[in-house]
């Protein structure tokens, strides 16, 4: 496996561990100093801080989708270009549905492992 | 100048050329495959989407300030992670802030030069 493959499988497996609301398998995704930059919420900086923002958000009811358009590496750093989707549905049972772009820098780890260092989502509306 | 401080005084010449509303001068600053990215605006790709991007932003009563956090060089590509503020005047001379996150991708040309190839701000509200 190369590095830009190892990189799409670890985008993925963090989606699917945000899909089922597993939050220590997302937080094994991020490094320690990590920066979450979202629309509609200030930075949060930090492992603690980006475990909190996830444990706030409704996973039962909210599924997201990626759509990888580029993912470039140099040395230990890459980044990665996407599309998102995110369907929600409120307690009401409306489903309301969110798209926008988002970039990661990633970071490989002592451990070989590729972690995000910067994970930025500006929605289109 | 090393790349870093080469780094810093592009963005900063990016950000007065859009202050100053000097189009030409922004354009000079991205690659011809830059893919812009803003909160309320979907994906923007390509340096003539981005110039009529731009020219459709009303400069003349606005301005834009960042904090750079961090900048980091992997050889010809490197990233900025920055913080902004826009402070705009409508129509009726109501002032309004924005402020949020901004990640730059920046790429070194063949002619030495640093472009913004990734451009994403997620405004915080």
């Given at each position: 496996m190369n590095d830009v493959e190892a990189i799409h499988a670890r985008s993925r497996s963090c989606l699917d561990a945000m899909n089922r609301g597993d939050i220590d398998a997302v937080m094994?995704?991020?490094?320690?100093?990590a920066m979450l930059m979202f629309s509609g919420v200030p930075l949060v900086k930090g492992a603690d801080a980006i475990r909190r923002h996830w444990e706030s958000v409704?996973?039962?009811d909210r599924e997201a989708k990626l759509e990888t358009l580029e993912i470039t590496v140099e040395g230990d750093t890459a980044y990665e270009v996407a599309l998102f989707e995110v369907v929600s549905v409120d307690d009401e049972g409306l489903e309301h549905q969110t798209s926008g772009k988002n970039v990661v820098v990633w970071r490989r780890g002592d451990d070989g492992r590729w972690r995000l260092n910067v994970d930025i989502c500006a929605t289109d509306f």
């Open positions: 094994d995704h991020y490094t320690d100093d409704d996973q039962a």
